[in-house]
């Protein structure tokens, strides 16, 4: 027997006895099933995905559904699950699928790999465990894995490194049981060879695990080079009307948080009142700025300062504009929301000045 052959035998007998079973997504196996649940679990825990996953397929139960829906609706189903190009990616994938495919998934990684937000690995996946073609695949847990069982310095972002790994992944991916073994290695890295504290004593790799033979198992693999990252400060523009509803503005399609919606936004170094009347048209008074916070995105920190402002008479170009909406906390229409607006929405509705505005009405 091969040690590549004797690897996979060893990870299939371990899921056999210790593998999940019971994800949502792995009941009533799909390729559109598996293609929305590799997506949500793309540095995103199983925990925090399994609700976001039920409802987006209860809403949205196939790739035709996907297709036809609004970006505003999937965004909705999203908001919260955070790295948003995901969802407009899966957006547009799926209408590619329709529209190019006959509604039908590619049924190779090459041409999986073609749609909009799928990499090497997740066709990987899709391919492998719906379709049980023979696919390696390298997201983070098996990176971890094979990088500790094999000893492969360098971090695996780095190309020299990937290529070693996306060898060693596609000898030890057997030709049988392809589905089983690809979920066995992604169970494997989250549930035992985890990142911080590896349970090397029940792993079944453990006896031929180099790593774990010196003792290294914690310089495996190597973390991603650090770097300071560096500081945005901004001002969000939280506008309540007579009606308690607060004025959102909608993003650019591209960028951080497109195509959601959010507060406007004001330079710090702004005439806040002054700019605050200019880009909303609105006659504002009553400005109180909140305490500010931190929100940080993969490559820099956001620093928020919220300011409320009450709009004293509104405007037809607010009416008019596809890029402005009145949101009625009440009664909150599906709209795709970033967590730190989602979070100040929440804060604006329990306040006594939003209260008031709508008991003035």
């Not at 390729?31 to 793309?42: A, D, F, G, K, N």
């Not at 073609?133 to 500790?148: E, F």
């Not at 402005?324 to 006594?352: C, F």
Request: glycine fraction near 6%; include cysteine; charged fraction near 20%.
């Amino acid at each position: 027997m091969t040690r590549e052959k004797q690897f996979s035998t060893v990870v299939l007998n371990w899921f056999d006895h210790h593998g999940r079973k019971n994800l949502p997504w792995q009941q009533n196996i799909t390729p559109y099933s598996i293609w929305v649940s590799e997506i949500m679990l793309q540095q995103t825990q199983v925990t925090t995905v399994i609700p976001y996953f039920e409802r987006f397929i209860k809403r949205m139960p196939n790739v035709q559904a996907l297709a036809s829906a609004k970006l505003d609706d999937v965004l909705h189903l999203w908001s919260g699950l955070g790295y948003y190009s995901r969802a407009r990616n899966l957006h547009n994938a799926a209408i590619t699928i329709v529209d190019k495919h006959e509604g039908k998934f590619p049924a190779s990684v090459a041409e999986l790999s073609e749609l909009p937000g799928i990499g090497r690995s997740t066709a990987g996946a899709i391919a492998a465990i719906s379709m049980g073609i023979k696919a390696p695949i390298l997201d983070g847990n098996v990176r971890r894995v094979l990088a500790r069982y094999h000893t492969i310095t360098g971090w695996p972002g780095q190309a020299s490194v990937q290529k070693k790994l996306w060898a060693i992944a596609e000898a030890a991916t057997p030709s049988e049981r392809t589905a089983d073994y690809t979920q066995a290695m992604m169970d494997l890295g989250a549930m035992v060879c985890t990142r911080g504290k590896p349970n090397c004593v029940i792993c079944p790799l453990t006896q031929d695990c180099l790593a774990r033979i010196a003792g290294v198992q914690s310089m495996f693999p190597s973390p991603k080079p650090k770097r300071q990252l560096p500081e945005k400060h901004i001002h969000m523009l939280m506008v309540v009307n007579c009606f308690g509803e607060v004025l959102l503005e909608k993003r650019p399609s591209t960028g951080i948080w497109g195509g959601l919606w959010s507060f406007p936004e004001l330079a710090p170094e702004a005439e806040l009142e002054a700019e605050a009347s200019i880009k909303t048209g609105l006659q504002l008074d009553s400005f109180e700025q909140w305490k500010s916070f931190r929100h940080t995105f993969s490559h820099y920190h956001l620093n928020i300062t919220p300011v409320k402002a009450i709009a004293t008479k509104a405007v037809d170009r607010i009416a008019r504009s596809k890029a402005w909406y009145w949101y009625n906390t009440e009664a909150p229409t599906r709209l795709g929301l970033a967590a730190p607006v989602k979070k100040l929405i929440t804060a604006l509705s329990k306040s006594s000045t939003l209260k008031h505005e709508k008991h003035r009405e």
